[in-house]
């Protein structure tokens, strides 16, 4: 990378480049962090409704809160019709993003984990649970015990009246996270329901933590980087 290229990667703020149908062509660290949480469809979104009218750039103020992040401010650019960036500015009261913390884990089998977690559920509830996994992730390194814990006090968390539950096992495909300046693909944990909104503020999440965990009104989504 030259100097230029650093600059925008090592910045604190979100920077996307996104072509004419919404696919990612770049995003810095603290973008990487946001695309966790955001689907990237939410930002291009955002970026269409502040773009200048003509070829240029323009920097709008606004209040806008997206899961624990808040922005002030908004930067949008296209030069032509088949890209088009964006820069978001995070307000100094936004909560910053831990680090996570990938050293003394051990290589586990995911799917081994969700299943003793759903297993332990079945016992306390009458959920019935759907299972989608991609066959084709390999055993990584995790923090197994901090892992089945949080599985276990999402599946407490679902009421009584949930009577079905989807979880899914799968690759981000296209998505990266940067740990130590080296890159992680993600696999993305989905426990989801639709019959009644389920209470997630009692799960505990460390700091230290080897997994981001994303919390909605019915569904958790934990990231893990794929670290072999």
Not at 164 to 188: A, P, R
Not at 205 to 216: A, G
């Amino acid at each position: 990378m030259n100097f230029f290229e650093n600059w925008v990667e090592m910045d604190l703020n979100p920077i996307l480049s996104f072509s004419s149908n919404a696919k990612i062509l770049y995003s810095n660290s603290e973008a990487q962090f946001l695309l966790n949480r955001i689907k990237p469809k939410e930002i291009f979104d955002l970026a269409l409704t502040y773009a200048p009218k003509t070829f240029g750039a323009l920097t709008s103020y606004i209040d806008l809160t997206m899961q624990n992040y808040t922005f002030y401010a908004i930067t949008v650019m296209y030069e032509n019709d088949e890209e088009i960036h964006v820069k978001l500015y995070k307000s100094a009261m936004v909560k910053k993003e831990t680090n996570l913390n990938i050293k003394n884990i051990n290589t586990t089998n995911i799917f081994t984990l969700v299943d003793l977690a759903i297993s332990t559920s079945k016992i306390k509830s009458n959920i019935n649970f759907t299972k989608k996994y991609d066959p084709s992730i390999p055993e990584f390194k995790l923090d197994a015990n901090s892992f089945i814990k949080t599985l276990n006090q999402v599946f407490e968390a679902f009421s009584n009246e949930t009577k079905n539950v989807s979880c899914s096992i799968l690759l981000k495909v296209g998505e990266h996270i940067k740990i130590d300046e080296k890159k992680y693909s993600l696999i993305s944990v989905n426990i989801s329901s639709y019959d009644k909104n389920s209470d997630f503020s009692k799960i505990n999440i460390k700091d230290s933590n080897s997994f981001i965990i994303t919390c909605d009104r019915n569904q958790v989504v934990i990231d893990l980087p794929l670290v072999l």
